[in-house]
C-alpha cells in the first residue's frame, strides 16, 4: 500500500517526479488528488513509507521539489513529510488536555485584569507594544529594519505529532505575516509528559515544526524544553520588516470592508473530532487549513495596500475584530451569511461542540457585542469560535477588496468598518 500523496502543485511537476522515480525503481503511481488533498491540481504522486526516504534524496537532487505531503489516517489526510517516521500508533494527543490550540488561551477579559497595572518600560525604539493588542512586538534597529518579536504555544488539538507540530508553528508563524514583515528565526518551547509519552512523540512534533519553519524560509534557531505533566509545543518567532510598512490592527477606515482569507471552524471541527464525531474528510480539510501558513495570504495583501491587519485565532474572528476596532476607533459589521465556513462546521456547532472558548470569548466581548434580530445562533457561535492557525482579517478599500479575494480564491468579504463606538462588533 502506498501511503503518501505528495503535492507538486502542477500536473508538469507531478509527471516529472513520476519519471524520475520510476527510472530509480521506486514503486509510485500518480491518482486524482484527494479534495482534502489539494484543490490546485488534479493529480498527486503516490508513494508508500519504504519508498519515501529515496524519494525524498531523489527529488532534492534533481527536483522538482514538493509543495506538501500528506498520509493516510483512517478515511482522512494529516500533514506529513518524506523524512517523518512511519506511526505505529495513534498517541491520542488531543485527548490528554482540557483545551486544545488556541483554545487554551485566557479569556481577554481575565487577561486584561492581570495586565493592567502592571509597570511598562518604555523605549522610542519599542515601535509595537502591548498598548494595542497587537499580533506582535515590533523593536526598531535603524531607519530601516525592525525586529518582529512573537510566542505561541498551546496544548494539541489534533492526535497526529507532525500535524500538531507543523499547526503549531504555521500559528507562531502566522504573527509575522499579519505585521506585515518576513520570517526569520524560530525557537521551540516544549513542555513534554516524558513519563507517560513515547519520545519518538516529541521528535514527530519537532519534525513538523521544522517542516513549517522550513516552508517559510526561516531557520530553527534552537528552543527550550522542560518536563511537565501536559504536552505544550510552541514557538517564539523573529522576523524582519521595514518600520516603515509596518501592518497593524489599528488604522482602518469608515468604509473599508473586512476580507477573512480563511474559512472558520476549526475550533468546533476539532472538538468534534475528539468526541470521535467527525466526517474524516471535515477533519482533513480543517487540518489542511490550520497546517497553511498565511504566507501567500499576505504576499496578496500587500498588493491591495491595507489599512489595518490582524490574524483570527484564539479569541474567535469576533474577538479579533473587536481589537481592530478598538484600535482603529470605530465599529465594525460582520455579515453572518457570508462567513466562509470549512465543511462541517455548521453541522457540528448544531450538535453541541461548541468549544468552551467561545462561550469565553462572547463573555469578553460583552455589550460590544450587538446581534441583529433573528440571527442564526449557530452562525454566532461560528464568529465566536476560537481559532487555530486561522486567516488574516484584512481591512482594505471596498475596490481593492475583489483583487484580493480573487488572488486567494478562498477569501471572503465578511464585513465592513463603521463609524460608532469604539470596538464594538455588529452581527448581521
Not at 172 to 192: E, Q, R
Not at 305 to 315: L, M, R
Not at 345 to 352: D, K, M, P, T, V
Amino acid at each position: 500500500m502506498r501511503e503518501l500523496l505528495v503535492v507538486f502543485g502542477t500536473v508538469q511537476r507531478v509527471l516529472q517526479a513520476e519519471r524520475l522515480a520510476r527510472q530509480a525503481g521506486l514503486d509510485v503511481d500518480v491518482i486524482p488528488a484527494p479534495r482534502a488533498v489539494s484543490s490546485e491540481c488534479g493529480v498527486v504522486l503516490e508513494v508508500g513509507w519504504g519508498d519515501a526516504p529515496r524519494l525524498e534524496a531523489l527529488l532534492a537532487e534533481s527536483g522538482p521539489a514538493p509543495e506538501q505531503v500528506f498520509r493516510a489516517a483512517g478515511a482522512g489526510w494529516l500533514p506529513s513529510s518524506l523524512a517523518a517516521a512511519e506511526p505505529v500508533a495513534d498517541p491520542g494527543l488531543s485527548r490528554a488536555s482540557a483545551y486544545g490550540g488556541c483554545g487554551a488561551k485566557l479569556a481577554k477579559g481575565v487577561l486584561d485584569t492581570v495586565l493592567c497595572g502592571l509597570p511598562r518600560v518604555e523605549s522610542e525604539d519599542l515601535l509595537v507594544g502591548i498598548e494595542s493588542a497587537d499580533d506582535a512586538g515590533v523593536v526598531r534597529i535603524d531607519e530601516n529594519l525592525g525586529l518582529i518579536h512573537t510566542v505561541d504555544f498551546f496544548p494539541p488539538m489534533v492526535d497526529d505529532p507532525f500535524t500538531f507540530g507543523r499547526i503549531a508553528a504555521a500559528n507562531a508563524l502566522s504573527d509575522v505575516y499579519a505585521m506585515g514583515g518576513t520570517p526569520l528565526a524560530g525557537m521551540n518551547l516544549v513542555s513534554f509528559p516524558l513519563a507517560t509519552t513515547d519520545r519518538q512523540v516529541l521528535k514527530e512534533i519537532l519534525r513538523g515544526g521544522l517542516d513549517a519553519l522550513a516552508e517559510a524560509g526561516a531557520v530553527l534557531a534552537g528552543g527550550h524544553t522542560v518536563e511537565g505533566a501536559e504536552l505544550l509545543y510552541g514557538m517564539a518567532v523573529t522576523g524582519k520588516v521595514d518600520p516603515r510598512c509596518i501592518w497593524r490592527n489599528g488604522g482602518a477606515r469608515p468604509g473599508d470592508v473586512l476580507v477573512l482569507t480563511k474559512a472558520l471552524g476549526t475550533g468546533v471541527i476539532t472538538t468534534a473530532a475528539r468526541a470521535g464525531l467527525v466526517e474524516p474528510a471535515h477533519l482533513s480539510r480543517a487540518v489542511r487549513s490550520m497546517a497553511t501558513l498565511n504566507r501567500r495570504a499576505a504576499e496578496a495583501a500587500r498588493r491591495v495596500e491595507p489599512s489595518a491587519v490582524t490574524d483570527v485565532t484564539g479569541f474567535g474572528l469576533a474577538g479579533h475584530g473587536a481589537e481592530l476596532a478598538l484600535a482603529s476607533s470605530l465599529a465594525i459589521e460582520l455579515h453572518l451569511e457570508d462567513l466562509p465556513l470549512l465543511d462541517g462546521a455548521l453541522e457540528a456547532a448544531g450538535q453541541g461542540f461548541v468549544p468552551v472558548g467561545a462561550a469565553k470569548n462572547r463573555e469578553s466581548l460583552g455589550e460590544s457585542l450587538v446581534l441583529a434580530e433573528g440571527v442564526d445562533p449557530l452562525r454566532v457561535d461560528l464568529a465566536l469560535d476560537p481559532q487555530t492557525s486561522g486567516g488574516l482579517l484584512i481591512a482594505c478599500a471596498e475596490d481593492r477588496a475583489q483583487h484580493l479575494c480573487g488572488a486567494l480564491g478562498g477569501a471572503r468579504v465578511v464585513g465592513r468598518c463603521v463609524s460608532g463606538e469604539a470596538g464594538e462588533v455588529r452581527l448581521g
